[in-house]
């Protein structure tokens, strides 16, 4: 079996996967509760033979976080624990930007799409809202924008009479009370935004691509936009997957 992880700013998710490829088991838990007292806790819930575990592999953009894991899992298994970008994953992807800037997590959703004959356009609503851009098999960059959740907490802690909103689907764009404007300005606000951004990718590559969306509110955004999107929740753990044949 294969012990693969995706540690975010926001949430860490765990997975054990076959040596065929099949996810066996998943967990979500935040990734403040990353610390020394509860990782035991965390990696209880998934029921793990540690002798089974072959191969470690995780994409990180909380180094803190994944040097405790690390440390963790290897008092556990012996087995060496990897992240994404201390591998040379020159053989799967090419790669046009500073290596050192782009979150690993980011390379390892272009690597799970990647297949030498079409272009992607990767919008991930994690804490930021990002967009990749995968032309054939180079990742060439990407947009980062404030992140819905963060923006959406960020306004009800600084505005006094803004309280904490739950953003759900709308129809209607003009407002009845603050409730409903601040849903409409992050509702509609977003989905203009994510139109824009992929319609001035296009101009400015002269490229047609294939859009996939993922992370928290992806499920909402995906028929709400005029862009035609196809939604993929495990599109990092399955490039986890691929990287792991780079592991001996």
């Known amino acids: 079996m294969y012990l ?57 953009v909380v180094p803190k976080s994944f040097n405790l894991i690390k440390k963790y899992l290897f ?45 992607f356009i990767i919008l991930d609503f994690g804490t930021a809202t990002t967009f990749d851009v995968l032309i054939k098999n180079t990742y060439t960059g990407g947009i980062i924008a404030p992140g819905i959740r963060l923006s959406l907490n960020t306004l009800s802690d600084k505005a006094t009479l803004i309280p904490k909103i739950n953003l759900k689907l709308i129809k209607n764009v003009i407002g009845r009370d603050t409730i409903s404007a601040v849903r409409s300005g992050f509702f509609w606000g977003y989905a203009g935004l994510i139109d824009n951004i992929i319609n001035l990718i296009k101009k400015e590559s002269r490229k047609s691509f294939k859009v996939i969306i993922t992370g928290g509110f992806s499920e909402l955004f995906k028929n709400s936009i005029k862009t035609k999107v196809n939604h993929n929740k495990n599109i990092t753990i399955n490039g986890l997957v691929k990287i792991t044949k780079l592991i001996k």
């Open 4 to 60: 693969l992880g995706d540690i975010g700013n926001s949430e860490t998710k765990l997975c054990l996967v076959s040596e065929k490829n099949k996810i066996l088991k998943k967990i979500i838990f935040s990734t403040k509760d990353i610390n020394k007292k509860k990782l035991e806790k965390n990696f209880k819930n998934l029921k793990i033979n540690y002798k089974k575990i072959k191969k470690i592999l995780f994409c990180s």
């Open 75 to 119: 008092k556990k298994t012996k087995v060496k624990c990897y992240e994404v970008k201390n591998l040379d994953l020159k053989s799967l992807i090419k790669i046009k930007v500073n290596y050192k800037q782009v979150g690993s997590d980011r390379i390892t959703n272009a690597i799970s799409l990647m297949n030498n004959k079409d272009n």
